[in-house]
């Protein structure tokens, strides 16, 4: 799935997520994962291939998370988001919810 600049994106389920850096700058990255089973949940972020954050494994008796990350990209980078995870109870369909966004600037 590509994802659009400064537009919200609601999703269920796992998946990897692209962006196209249009022009060099400090973007943001926001993630919120909601209801969340207690499971093997990852998130990862990647730039032009190579992990550049994955974020903190939650714990049993978290079910949201939220996480914010900016980083200088020059034009053309590709970012992907990856949300996998080692648990089956988190690849049926309505177990894992969350949103990202990317922005330009902090």
Known sequence: MVLLLQKPYINIGLGTYTFTVPSAGI??????????????????????????????????????????????????????????SSAGIDSMLNNVKYTLQIMQGY
Request: proline residues 7%.
């Open 27 to 84: 973007y943001r990255i926001s993630t919120q994962l909601t209801e969340v089973p207690p499971s093997g949940l990852s998130v990862v972020i990647n730039n032009n291939g190579s992990p550049v954050y994955t974020a903190a494994t939650l714990s049993p008796t978290q079910i949201a998370q939220q996480f914010y990350y900016s980083q200088l990209y020059a034009a053309n980078d590709a970012i992907s988001i990856v949300v996998s």
